[in-house]
């Protein structure tokens, strides 16, 4: 099925980066749980190991097929959502989980995977300059679906990175200036319908702690205090690995997920940041150049779409951390603990590799 | 892009990914900008606030210096007690904590949370005392469940307690929790929030001979408040102890012979200055206000009209009556105005400056001369001196023995008293000096305003021909002078520019008034040659009188005697005031008496004891 042609067609130089990104992520997993039993170091050595063995089966097939069925993937994620919704059970204030015997898997990070593969479908034939209606109006629908159930579990936050997948599509499908504004106007309608109506009062909370940080040190602000006070105190050099005053003694709220970045900056300083930022970055420009070396319409927006779907949750990350983003509860890909996460992000990561390397395989 | 086999025209979608990655590159640049502001601009902030974050400073209290009477007794303990105190920083919910805590320690919920918000003010990691000296029960139960409370911490402390109550207690003083005001303030500066400090008498003025040293315990904390080990520990400091002049005995008696009455008494030693008693009445029992102890108390306490809390030996003024007329007589004797054998008639009344001015005695004394006039404490024969001095020099006079002047005692909030002259009524009154004035000036009434320990310690001078002393209640070993805010005492006397042979006639007088059937023949004592003064004042302003009738009490003047004994090596002062107690005579020279004999008693053991 694969012949060695592909497999010398794999750009290693992006897995390599990846794992790279991957251990640093495990180092400091490390740094802030090895006091606390999980060992969620090893169980993130593992999980990557298995998205690792997921991501080299998964390239198996090609993502022409894939995308070709696509629709059927959709239809059937879609009911593990509505499922979700009124069979799951509440772990972590969301019904976002599916209980195995050995672990929960959250649906909602997968759907992320397909809705790629189905906008690629949509796109796949469109050839137009300019975005029109149909296409757009469909491929909003196909995104709204999915954001609706995974909105209503309560996770917004996972929601919320459905829809850097929806703009990168319209973004290459050709949207124009126009059509941005006119969405800037129903988002606005949109956000303040849903501060009335949809969302909770601790998301609600969250946004205003955004806004007034100082105001309530012992409440809903508190992550962000305490991620500032980690990641200001840590200086150009820090104060050494394992030697985080933060993190160590647990001020720093969900330290190895979402706030793993706060404890780079918390131990290794302005410098290390500055570090993980550039192997990130190096990552992700990796991606981006990947955008053109496929060999067809569908390929390029996969490529692209998974980029985005990253580069989303890196910076909703990290602007999280030093304060400029509500706490949304969206991890750093690659870096932050959890299963579902990474393994989502290794399956995009999967994709672009399954492109890059038939990139020359005549159909 | 050589080699990529692109079927399809895609450079259009390209340019537009390179666009994206574009904003990407300036989204980065302006993340490590925001990154440099936090971790290098705002580093010191931060830096500070972790330090704040997991390390909880743990007063360890000091035991507070013990306060004993000249004879080791002790007047002021400690006790070991427990308390617990809440830190709102490790509080998730404070609401539900408040409720759960409440529950925990069976108290008022509102109380609790009342409690919490009066300290709102203060940093979130600062413990706020909840309850104190808590019962076994209650520690075991806070103890037990130390770790679903990670937010109350108990603390061992010593505690004041004063194992004679009432006894000295305006001396003593008593000690307060700190309140916010105070701290925000800054007036004790080493000291914590829910720390008791000395709110007056001794445990004031020698706070920081008697605070010792708060030790403190620092300790990483984890976010949850449990600690995970210590940093530093420093040793508290135990405060110094501080040995009082009074004498337990004299003490003790002079507030029994006050019960019932409002007044103050003094005993202290003319050599010296040592105070040997200082009682004022009413009192009350200092242990109550150790206490966080029910407001209504307080108010109660406060608000009484017989001011329980009011130290009257040095706080309280009074018109010093016929006392003032020692004042007088020397003053004269040193202006050479008089001798011993001036003789004036006293027929019961005079007309001075146009006015009438009667004596005590209705139908007259007769010829007064010095002896017999402060003997009899005629009225008429101070009228004389009073219209040959005039006013400039009675209050020259006045001031030179101690009046209108604080006498340096340690203990805080002493009164100066008033020495009227006629620049003094212009300023305030704005009104001319009446001569009719000095006439009442001259027998103690009038504007003039003493405290009886400026009557104790003129008799002191007295007694002494002509050197004063500085009273002082705390023995001069252990008095540190780091914690001394007064100057010297005791030993720093000087002397007055009058002839001792002048204070050898006035003694005579006094000695003729306790023994030769004077208006203080009530302090007599058998072999003990007791020289003394009575006064009886009458009452100041319309005010008072108005507030006294109100208070269904009968209008009496107030009572004084001062005197001292033996005449010729004077070992010890008295000086009594009884408010409202009628005639000197009758009420405060009995009293004097009774202190004058146990005086004599216990020192004539101690003599004895000596010589075997």
């Known amino acids: 099925m694969v012949d060695r042609n592909l497999l010398g067609n794999i750009d290693w130089t992006l897995i390599f980066l990846l794992l790279l990104n991957s251990f640093v992520g495990v180092i400091f997993i490390y740094s802030c749980s090895h006091y606390s039993p999980g060992n969620f170091y090893l169980k993130q050595i593992l999980w990557i190991i298995l998205s690792l063995v997921v991501l080299f089966l998964f390239l198996l097939f090609d993502y022409k097929v894939l995308v070709t069925y696509s629709f059927y993937f959709y239809f059937v994620i879609i009911c593990i959502l509505g499922g979700v919704l009124i069979f799951g059970r509440f772990l972590r204030g969301a019904k976002s989980w599916i209980v195995f015997p050995f672990f929960h898997a959250q649906p909602s990070e997968i759907a992320k995977i397909i809705l790629i593969l189905l906008l690629a479908f949509v796109f796949s034939e469109f050839k137009t300059e300019r975005l029109s209606w149909g296409k757009g109006a469909l491929s909003a629908g196909v995104v709204a679906l999915p954001f609706i159930l995974v909105a209503l579990q309560p996770d917004l936050g996972t929601a919320l990175s459905y829809l850097p997948i929806f703009l990168a599509s319209t973004i290459l499908a050709g949207l124009n200036k126009k059509t941005v504004i006119f969405l800037l106007i129903i988002s606005l309608i949109l956000g303040l319908f849903a501060w009335n109506f949809v969302l909770r009062d601790y998301q609600k909370k969250r946004l205003t702690t955004l806004i007034f940080p100082g105001q309530d040190p012992l409440g809903s602000s508190y992550h962000v205090t305490q991620s500032k006070i980690a990641i200001g105190s840590g200086g150009l050099l820090g104060k050494g690995y394992k030697k985080g005053t933060q993190s160590q003694l647990r001020f720093l709220p969900a330290r190895h997920t979402d706030f793993i970045f706060s404890v780079i900056g918390e131990e290794f300083g302005f410098l290390g940041v500055t570090l993980a930022l550039f192997l990130y970055f190096i990552f992700l420009l990796r991606l981006f150049k990947s955008v053109g070396q496929s060999r067809d319409r569908a390929g390029v927006y996969i490529v692209f779409m998974v980029a985005m779907m990253i580069v989303f949750q890196f910076l909703v990350n990290v602007m999280m951390v030093i304060g400029f983003f509500p706490v949304t509860g969206i991890p750093l890909p690659f870096y932050s603990y959890g299963g579902s996460s990474l393994l989502t992000n290794y399956l995009g990561i999967s994709l672009v590799l399954n492109v890059k390397m038939r990139r020359f395989v005549n159909v | 892009m050589k080699g990529n086999r692109i079927y399809e025209d895609l450079f259009p979608i390209i340019r537009r990914a390179n666009g994206i990655l574009f904003l990407l590159k300036i989204i980065f640049i302006f993340l490590i900008l925001s990154f440099w502001k936090v971790q290098i601009l705002d580093h010191e902030k931060y830096w500070q606030r972790s330090e704040a974050n997991r390390i909880r400073e743990i007063a360890l209290p000091s035991h507070r210096?013990?306060?004993?009477?000249?004879?080791?007794?002790?007047?002021?303990?400690?006790?070991?007690?427990?308390?617990?105190?809440?830190?709102?920083?490790?509080?998730?919910?404070?609401?539900?904590?408040?409720?759960?805590?409440?529950?925990?320690?069976?108290?008022?919920?509102?109380?609790?949370?009342?409690?919490?918000?009066?300290?709102?003010?203060?940093?979130?990691?600062?413990?706020?005392?909840?309850?104190?000296?808590?019962?076994?029960?209650?520690?075991?139960?806070?103890?037990?469940?130390?770790?679903?409370?990670?937010?109350?911490?108990?603390?061992?402390?010593?505690?004041?307690?004063?194992?004679?109550?009432?006894?000295?207690?305006?001396?003593?003083?008593?000690?307060?929790?700190?309140?916010?005001?105070?701290?925000?303030?800054?007036?004790?500066?080493?000291?914590?929030?829910?720390?008791?400090?000395?709110r007056t008498g001794v445990e004031k003025e020698f706070e920081p001979v008697l605070a010792g040293r708060d030790g403190k315990l620092?300790?990483?904390?984890?976010?949850?408040?449990?600690?995970?080990?210590?940093?530093?520990?420093?040793?508290?400091?135990?405060?110094?102890?501080?040995?009082?002049?009074?004498?337990?005995?004299?003490?003790?008696?002079?507030?029994?012979l006050l019960e019932g009455k409002e007044g103050a008494v003094i005993v202290l030693d003319p050599r010296t200055g040592e105070i040997l008693a200082l009682a004022s009445y009413p009192t009350y029992d200092p242990?109550?206000?150790?206490?966080?102890?029910?407001?209504?108390?307080?108010?109660?306490?406060?608000?009484?009209?017989?001011?329980?809390?009011?130290?009257?030996?040095?706080?309280?003024?009074?018109?010093?009556?016929?006392?003032?007329?020692?004042?007088?007589?020397?003053?004269?004797?040193?202006?050479?105005?008089?001798?011993?054998?001036?003789?004036?008639?006293?027929?019961?009344?005079?007309?001075?400056?146009?006015?009438?001015?009667?004596?005590?005695?209705?139908?007259?004394?007769?010829?007064?001369?010095?002896?017999?006039?402060?003997?009899?404490?005629?009225?008429?024969?101070?009228?004389?001196?009073?219209?040959?001095?005039?006013?400039?020099?009675?209050?020259?006079?006045?001031?030179?023995?101690?009046?209108?002047?604080?006498?340096?005692?340690?203990?805080?909030?002493?009164?100066?008293?008033?020495?009227?002259?006629?620049?003094?009524?212009?300023?305030?009154?704005?009104?001319?000096?009446q001569p009719g004035e000095t006439i009442s000036v001259s027998i103690g009434q009038g504007p003039l305003l003493v405290t009886p320990i400026q009557v104790a310690v003129q008799t002191a001078l007295i007694a002494n021909r002509g050197r004063s002393i500085i009273p002082h209640l705390v023995k001069s070993g252990s008095r540190e002078k780091e914690g001394s805010g007064s100057q010297a005492f005791g030993s720093e006397s000087e002397q007055v520019k009058i002839d001792p042979s002048n204070f050898e006639k006035v003694i005579r007088g006094m000695w003729?008034?306790?023994?030769?059937?004077?208006?203080?023949?009530?302090?007599?004592?058998?072999?003990?040659?007791?020289?003394?003064?009575?006064?009886?004042?009458?009452?100041?302003?319309?005010?008072?009188?108005?507030?006294?009738?109100?208070?269904?009490?009968?209008?009496?003047?107030?009572?004084?005697?001062?005197?001292?004994?033996?005449?010729?090596?004077?070992?010890?002062?008295?000086?009594?005031?009884?408010?409202?107690?009628?005639?000197?005579?009758?009420?405060?020279?009995p009293?004097?008496?009774?202190?004058?004999?146990?005086?004599?008693?216990?020192?004539?053991?101690?003599?004895?004891?000596?010589?075997?």
């Open chain 2, 65 to 198: 210096g013990l306060i004993l009477d000249r004879n080791g007794k002790i007047l002021a303990d400690n006790r070991g007690s427990f308390k617990v105190s809440l830190i709102r920083e490790n509080c998730k919910d404070l609401d539900k904590s408040c409720r759960r805590v409440a529950r925990l320690l069976k108290m008022d919920e509102a109380v609790l949370k009342e409690r919490i918000k009066k300290y709102e003010s203060l940093p979130l990691f600062k413990p706020i005392v909840v309850k104190e000296n808590l019962s076994l029960e209650d520690v075991i139960r806070i103890e037990a469940r130390k770790l679903e409370f990670p937010e109350l911490i108990l603390q061992t402390e010593p505690k004041r307690f004063y194992p004679f109550g009432n006894l000295a207690a305006h001396v003593v003083g008593y000690i307060q929790e700190l309140s916010p005001q105070d701290i925000e303030k800054g007036l004790y500066e080493k000291k914590r929030l829910g720390d008791l400090v000395g």
């Open chain 2, 218 to 256: 620092l300790e990483v904390v984890d976010s949850l408040g449990r600690a995970k080990g210590e940093v530093s520990k420093q040793e508290p400091g135990k405060g110094k102890d501080l040995t009082l002049t009074l004498d337990f005995d004299l003490q003790k008696k002079a507030e029994e």
């Open chain 2, 287 to 433: 242990n109550r206000f150790i206490n966080r102890f029910t407001s209504e108390e307080w108010i109660g306490i406060v608000n009484s009209p017989v001011f329980p809390l009011e130290n009257r030996a040095i706080r309280g003024l009074y018109s010093p009556g016929s006392i003032f007329k020692l004042t007088m007589a020397l003053g004269a004797l040193d202006l050479g105005l008089i001798n011993d054998r001036t003789t004036f008639f006293c027929s019961g009344t005079i007309r001075i400056y146009g006015q009438t001015f009667s004596c005590m005695a209705k139908s007259g004394h007769g010829s007064m001369n010095l002896y017999s006039g402060i003997r009899n404490s005629c009225n008429i024969f101070f009228y004389q001196l009073g219209k040959m001095m005039d006013i400039e020099r009675i209050s020259y006079y006045a001031e030179m023995l101690g009046f209108g002047k604080k006498t340096g005692v340690d203990l805080i909030g002493e009164k100066e008293g008033l020495v009227p002259n006629p620049a003094w009524k212009e300023k305030v009154k704005n009104e001319p000096w």
């Open chain 2, 512 to 589: 003729e008034g306790v023994n030769n059937e004077g208006t203080g023949r009530a302090a007599k004592v058998d072999q003990f040659d007791v020289c003394g003064k009575t006064g009886s004042t009458q009452l100041m302003s319309q005010e008072k009188i108005d507030q006294i009738r109100g208070m269904g009490k009968e209008i009496k003047t107030h009572s004084w005697f001062t005197g001292f004994a033996p005449k010729d090596h004077p070992q010890v002062v008295v000086t009594v005031l009884v408010e409202y107690g009628g005639m000197g005579g009758a009420t405060a020279a």
């Open chain 2, 591 to 612: 009293i004097a008496r009774q202190l004058f004999e146990l005086y004599r008693e216990n020192n004539g053991r101690q003599k004895s004891s000596g010589q075997y």
